[in-house]
């Protein structure tokens, strides 16, 4: 009995996936507070690459979609990115943790089977955003995480 509802219970975490597609995601915010990010990791599976972003007491609202070239937020220069393809991750009313993430840009180059780098392409009036820079253009989910609040994009291969 107990093994029978472990099964259910895992089938049922799988099913709250959403797919894999090329087109624009986005989630709603669970926090009326400025989110703060404190960690960007990734990393990589059989069929697809990570990235979470960790967040502080909720998530922000959160949006991700393909773009032909990501440009820092203020300036609107480009983020010079490996690949040939590029999504752009945006979250609003959030703001970066330098104490933890660094005083730096946040950057990570993984080199993976689909994500090749993360940079940080702003944080400005309240916005944070991302690009990941692709060796394709393929389908790609976002989602939420809770304990502790993430905000998950996988990449697949």
């Given at each position: 009995m107990i093994r029978s509802a472990l099964?259910?219970?895992?089938?049922?975490?799988g099913a709250s996936t959403p797919p894999f597609t090329v087109f624009a995601k986005a989630g709603p915010a669970t926090t009326s507070q400025t989110a703060v990010l404190e960690?960007?990791?990734?990393?990589?599976?059989?069929?697809?690459?990570?990235?979470?972003?960790e967040f502080r007491a909720g998530t922000p609202a959160w949006s991700a979609r393909y773009v032909p070239q990501v440009v820092h937020d203020g300036s609107g220069l480009p983020v010079r990115l490996p690949g040939t393809a590029f999504l752009h991750v945006?979250?609003?009313h959030t703001r970066v943790d330098r104490a933890s993430a660094g005083a730096a840009p946040i950057t990570r180059t993984p080199r993976f089977g689909g994500l090749v780098q993360?940079?940080?392409?702003?944080?400005?009036?309240?916005?944070?955003s991302f690009g990941l820079g692709l060796r394709r253009k393929v389908g790609f989910r976002g989602f939420r995480m809770t304990s502790p609040s993430?905000?998950?994009i996988d990449v697949a291969h």
């Open positions: 099964i259910g219970l895992v089938l049922a975490a960690h960007v990791r990734v990393g990589r599976h059989s069929t697809f690459d990570r990235v979470v972003f945006v979250f609003r993360l940079k940080e392409s702003g944080d400005f009036e309240g916005v944070v993430r905000v998950v």
